[in-house]
């Protein structure tokens, strides 16, 4: 089954779930979808570090795929505060996301250091989840193709398409993002799902380009969640606040599941 054949839908939970809420939220939420074949839908969740080792404990991987929101590239060293592959390793979970908006710019990420984060985390046999996205003041500048092309380019460097079987894109606006986010329009999301796809088939050749999942991320809620997952080129959605409720997740997942297996079926057909 092409990669693309299926949804791709998943949670971050920042830092607002502890250990067992995690637990909690994760085992309602396998409840819910447990009729779901998850030969249709990709389900994953991105807790916080504490949480990963009781959370693996509660799901499995073919359930629901887990994720670190971070990784130092590095192994071991001097890094304090940090957490490494190989400590990531040990925990069994799937899923690193790296440059996520918060990270970037709360924290100061530099596409520098998430590309040593995505060579990282590929190298050590995890899926590499890249979150992209360009600052309000850079799409009133008129320079948000440009800014995803940057992130793509120099965060994807020297990774070679025989690895980026295990890369996810996920596009999430800045200023689409969190309490004060506007939502993207669908149609604007669209628009950019397309300038990234054209980016990475640049990257790694139409062939492997063209399969790499791109998730919209940002106020996705039980509204537009429809619409955006229509489009041509949106391959799942990365879901905060809305899907941080197992049975609201759970609803959002009843709602666009079929979307997605129609347009599915329209392009075969
Ligand atoms: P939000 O978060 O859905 O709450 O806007 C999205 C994200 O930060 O990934």
Redesign the pocket.
Known sequence: MARLDKIYLG??T?MFKTIGNTKEFLTELNRLTSDISREEMQLFVIPSYTALSHARAVVSTEEIMLGAQNMNWAEEGQFTGEISPLMLSEIGIDIVMIG???RRHVFGEQDREENLKAKSALDHGFTALL?IGETEEQKENGISDEILRIQLKCGLKDVAPGQAGKLWV?Y?PVW????N?K?ATAEYAEEKHLVIKKCLTEIFGEEIGADLPVLY?????NKNAAELIVQEHIDGL??????WDAENFNSIIRLVLPLFSQKKTGREG
């Open positions: 949670t971050n920042k996520h908006s918060e979150c996920a999430e689409a993002i969190g309490v986010g939502p991320g940002g106020s996705v809620n990365f879901i905060g606040r809305s899907a």
